[in-house]
């Protein structure tokens, strides 16, 4: 009975402002999902959201909602938008034509959208119930209580509150920004005993303050898993980034006990990218915090456990187990090991970016800092893909995007579809042989000094945004002298350990290391941080699950 009851109140909602398509959209609903929900239709955003307020305050339950993009006063997006505070958890789907497919993947960032469905959808059977039973079934597993937010204080020109920020936002933990000199900030730092003079205040879902937070503290604190389960596993995958996240599939999908380990969060600089559209599979573009998110639920789906905010500061050899110590002195052991901890972007060497990293000046894309760059100029540095996808990303809402590119042209180490957009985009200009030499300010970016390489010549801009994506450092001072690595820091592995014909020195099996294997037996290595790499996300993920089929055959003979 009360599941009866339950279901006779879980309406489906489909807002379009053609009546036409209303009601050809409410038909097809009708006739599919009639019998166990109610289908309500509204014609404009604003007479939707006025029906989902009566609906909560009945405490009608909510499951989908399709929108159309393209409405007056209020578009499908905005909509949505709103919509997600008074029904967090309806699954979202947002009606649009071809020609509006980027407004579709843009939407999946800002409102979290589950699906868009290009008009027409005929035939429904083929194009529309697929989806909507899939949503629904997903609904109808999930708990449809409000998800409740962190709350986090502090200042635009704060360093720590962006790293804060950044954190959750990779993390995918849902919070809510508060400035500190505006009423509800304010109010926020009176509750629990701040003067502003530390920031950022971060207050979790249940209530408990915390100030300045480390990543260890505030990854536990919001729910993210930071101590392993066990004490002994198959596989231990140092490093969450898609070649971290494609052996972590691969080996729980295939029954290996697995634990991927990540310092700060999932994703990798692919998951800062703001939209990758040379991924295969993916032919309208898909942001990297999508596509590592997907492959983050699917590898927890498959039993694979992940700890985040746990930094690894050594890596021993103990018998047959590999041991892999952490920065509080604890360890977990492992039969193999795959390490995937990518790379980072080298900082910039120029006077004055140290003093204001984070306030102004980013490595990354540093996404949450997109929206404060509207209507502003801002200065990318860098020629290759990941800067080329963030000046694409940040003309959309920034006055003018300035590439700064030390070689010749972009052709060197950008791909030719992003040089074509760059080339194409209005407000995005490239100023070749130029490096940063210093950065001015204060509090935060004020001005740069722009170095012609050639003449020699500099010049002083306006500048309060800078982006960096310069060279790619590997994240292996951790390993010492454990694993062999080249004069960069790159892990040496498979064929490169044997160029002389000879084992590596220490290699103690009658076989020589297997492909992706390093000169320790059962340590493989996937992803940019190996030596000579691809430094692409599609071969990362490969070599991720290349090393997990490796992983199997050193079992084996083990």
Same mark, same amino acid.
């Given at each position: 009975?009360?599941?009866?009851?339950?279901?006779?109140?879980?309406?489906?909602?489909?807002?379009?402002?053609?009546?036409?398509?209303?009601?050809?959209?409410?038909?097809?609903?009708?006739?599919?999902?009639?019998?166990?929900?109610?289908?309500?239709?509204?014609?404009?955003?604003?007479?939707?959201?006025?029906?989902?307020?009566?609906?909560?305050?009945?405490?009608?339950?909510?499951?989908?909602?399709?929108?159309?993009?393209?409405?007056?006063?209020?578009?499908?997006?905005?909509?949505?938008?709103?919509?997600?505070?008074?029904?967090?958890?309806?699954?979202?789907?947002?009606?649009?034509?071809?020609?509006?497919?980027?407004?579709?993947?843009?939407?999946?960032?800002?409102?979290?959208?589950?699906?868009?469905?290009?008009?027409?959808?005929?035939?429904?059977?083929?194009?529309?119930?697929?989806?909507?039973?899939?949503?629904?079934?997903?609904?109808?597993?999930?708990?449809?209580?409000?998800?409740?937010?962190?709350?986090?204080?502090?200042?635009?020109?704060?360093?720590?509150?962006?790293?804060?920020?950044?954190?959750?936002?990779?993390?995918?933990?849902?919070?809510?920004?508060?400035?500190?000199?505006?009423?509800?900030?304010?109010?926020?730092?009176?509750?629990?005993?701040?003067?502003?003079?530390?920031?950022?205040?971060?207050?979790?879902?249940?209530?408990?303050?915390?100030?300045?937070?480390?990543?260890?503290?505030?990854?536990?604190?919001?729910?993210?898993?930071?101590?392993?389960?066990?004490?002994?596993?198959?596989?231990?995958?140092? %490093?969450?980034?898609?070649?971290?996240?494609?052996?972590?599939? &691969?080996?729980?999908?295939?029954?290996?006990?697995?634990?991927?380990?990540?310092?700060?969060?999932?994703?990798?600089?692919?998951?800062?990218?703001?939209?990758?559209?040379?991924?295969?599979?993916?032919?309208? %573009?898909?942001?990297?915090?999508?596509?590592?998110?997907?492959?983050?639920?699917?590898?927890?789906?498959?039993?694979?456990?992940?700890?985040?905010?746990?930094?690894?500061? %050594?890596?021993?050899?103990?018998?047959?187990?590999?041991?892999?110590?952490?920065?509080?002195?604890?360890?977990?052991?492992?039969?193999?090991?795959?390490?995937?901890?990518?790379?980072? &972007?080298?900082?910039?060497?120029?006077?004055?970016?140290?003093?204001?990293?984070?306030?102004?000046?980013?490595?990354?894309?540093?996404?949450?800092?997109?929206?404060?760059?509207?209507?502003?100029?801002?200065?990318?540095?860098?020629?290759?893909?990941?800067?080329?996808?963030?000046?694409? &990303?940040?003309?959309?809402?920034?006055?003018?995007?300035?590439?700064?590119?030390?070689?010749?042209?972009?052709?060197?180490?950008?791909?030719?579809?992003?040089?074509?957009?760059?080339?194409?985009?209005?407000?995005?200009?490239?100023?070749?042989?130029?490096?940063?030499?210093?950065?001015?300010?204060?509090?935060?970016?004020?001005?740069?000094?722009?170095?012609?390489?050639?003449? %020699?010549?500099?010049?002083?801009?306006?500048?309060?945004?800078?982006?960096?994506?310069?060279?790619?450092?590997?994240?292996?001072?951790?390993?010492?002298?454990?694993?062999?690595?080249?004069?960069?820091?790159?892990?040496?592995?498979?064929?490169?350990?044997?160029?002389?014909?000879?084992?590596?020195?220490?290699?103690?099996?009658?076989?020589?290391? &297997?492909?992706?294997?390093?000169?320790?037996?059962?340590?493989?290595?996937?992803?940019?941080?190996?030596?000579?790499?691809?430094?692409?996300?599609?071969?990362?993920?490969?070599?991720?699950?290349?090393?997990?089929?490796?992983?199997?055959?050193?079992?084996?003979?083990?």
């Amino acid at each position: 009975m009360a599941q009866a009851a339950e279901a006779a109140r879980t309406v489906i909602m489909t807002v379009d402002d053609d009546p036409g398509v209303s009601r050809a959209v409410a038909r097809d609903l009708r006739r599919r999902y009639g019998e166990s929900y109610r289908i309500v239709r509204a014609e404009s955003g604003e007479s939707a959201l006025d029906a989902l307020r009566e609906l909560k305050l009945r405490g009608d339950l909510v499951a989908v909602i399709l929108a159309d993009y393209r409405m007056p006063r209020m578009n499908g997006i905005e909509f949505l938008e709103q919509a997600l505070d008074v029904y967090p958890g309806a699954r979202r789907v947002l009606l649009t034509a071809y020609a509006d497919t980027n407004a579709a993947i843009d939407a999946i960032n800002v409102v979290d959208l589950d699906h868009y469905l290009l008009k027409p959808w005929d035939p429904p059977e083929e194009k529309l119930y697929p989806v909507l039973d899939d949503l629904l079934q997903a609904w109808r597993t999930s708990d449809h209580r409000p998800v409740p937010s962190t709350k986090v204080v502090g200042h635009r020109w704060s360093a720590r509150s962006s790293e804060v920020r950044e954190f959750l936002a990779r993390n995918q933990v849902p919070y809510r920004w508060y400035s500190s000199d505006e009423p509800e900030g304010q109010r926020l730092l009176k509750a629990a005993g701040q003067d502003g003079r530390r920031l950022p205040l971060v207050v979790t879902p249940d209530g408990t303050p915390l100030v300045e937070p480390e990543a260890p503290e505030l990854a536990a604190r919001v729910g993210l898993a930071t101590t392993p389960a066990a004490d002994f596993y198959d596989l231990a995958v140092i %490093g969450g980034g898609p070649a971290g996240l494609g052996a972590a599939v &691969y080996g729980a999908s295939e029954g290996l006990r697995t634990v991927l380990v990540e310092r700060s969060a999932t994703g990798g600089q692919a998951g800062q990218s703001s939209r990758i559209e040379n991924y295969l599979g993916f032919p309208d %573009g898909v942001s990297g915090a999508q596509l590592t998110g997907r492959a983050r639920r699917q590898a927890t789906r498959f039993g694979a456990e992940i700890l985040t905010a746990r930094e690894v500061t %050594g890596l021993e050899v103990n018998g047959a187990a590999r041991i892999v110590r952490f920065a509080d002195g604890s360890a977990i052991a492992a039969h193999s090991v795959i390490l995937a901890t990518g790379v980072q &972007y080298r900082q910039l060497d120029a006077q004055g970016c140290t003093d204001l990293t984070g306030c102004g000046v980013f490595y990354g894309s540093a996404l949450t800092e997109a929206a404060s760059c509207q209507g502003q100029d801002v200065y990318i540095v860098g020629g290759a893909n990941s800067a080329g996808q963030a000046a694409m &990303y940040l003309s959309r809402s920034a006055k003018s995007v300035t590439l700064l590119v030390r070689g010749p042209d972009l052709a060197a180490s950008m791909s030719y579809y992003l040089i074509q957009q760059i080339d194409e985009a209005p407000n995005i200009s490239v100023r070749s042989h130029t490096v940063v030499d210093a950065a001015h300010g204060s509090e935060h970016l004020e001005r740069l000094t722009l170095r012609h390489t050639v003449s %020699g010549d500099t010049q002083q801009v306006d500048a309060q945004w800078m982006f960096v994506f310069i060279g790619a450092a590997p994240l292996t001072d951790w390993l010492g002298d454990a694993v062999l690595r080249d004069e960069r820091g790159f892990i040496l592995a498979g064929p490169d350990l044997t160029a002389d014909g000879r084992p590596p020195a220490g290699w103690e099996l009658d076989r020589p290391p &297997y492909h992706l294997e390093t000169n320790v037996p059962g340590v493989f290595v996937a992803g940019d941080a190996r030596a000579e790499s691809a430094k692409r996300v599609a071969s990362a993920v490969g070599e991720g699950a290349m090393a997990v089929m490796l992983v199997h055959r050193y079992l084996e003979q083990s």
